[in-house]
């Protein structure tokens, strides 16, 4: 039996390990319906870009400092820190058997928020059901594109209890979202790219945000509500 951990993956191994095929979309209009930000919001968002911006002038940001400094203010102002989702740290992930490859590949999550609401119906996964957002973050000099690999690994796992989920991976200022989905073989859509830097981006960032932790609330009496962050 090989053991991997997904962090050592490259992309070409997870496309063939996991079947996936990728495939690229120019709008997020046609999965979330995205709301207008309130002037609050905006000065909110605007002041967590400039505490960040302080911090990238005296050199690199390392991952745990783009988890605080910014995605952890960015999930709270869009929602996600709200009952009936409750964030658990430091949280073990099954391991992902590939069939066919005698292949276990391994990993830990950092944050892990649930939905209090409901419970696991999952026999495979410990204390799962429904994913609703996957985060991986990285320093701020590492591109966005080193973290897909991992991302793509352990959103797969949650489509065996649902049939789509959304992932980000992000260095506080590139933020690259993907949407994966069952079918055969599996696919990811890459998302248009946004950086918190730029005004307007940073508002479509938050707007999205919203949109996906609205959109999984929305059924949260159906499913078990997840989200995930790996920092590693």
Known sequence: MTILNARNLSLGEVQRLFGFREEYWDSFTSWLQLENLTDEEQK???QI?????????AGKVSEGQVKFLVVAPLMRLAGFYRYP???????????????DEDIIITGRMDILAVNKATKSVSKSLKN??????????????IDVSVGLPQLLAYTNES???QKSV????TNGINYQFIYLQQDNPTVYQIMPSLSLMEI???????KILKAICKLRLKILFKNYTKIIYFTK
């Open 200 to 206: 307007p981006r940073a508002i479509e960032l938050l």
């Open 85 to 99: 989702l409750e964030i658990k740290l430091e949280e073990d992930i099954a391991n992902i058997e590939i069939e």
């Open 166 to 169: 959304w992932g980000l991976v």
């Open 159 to 161: 489509l065996i209890c």
């Open 44 to 46: 909110d968002l605007l």
């Open 49 to 57: 870009r400039d505490d960040f911006r302080s911090y990238l002038t």
């Open 128 to 141: 799962t059901s429904f994913w609703t957002l996957v985060i991986e973050s990285k320093n701020s000099q």
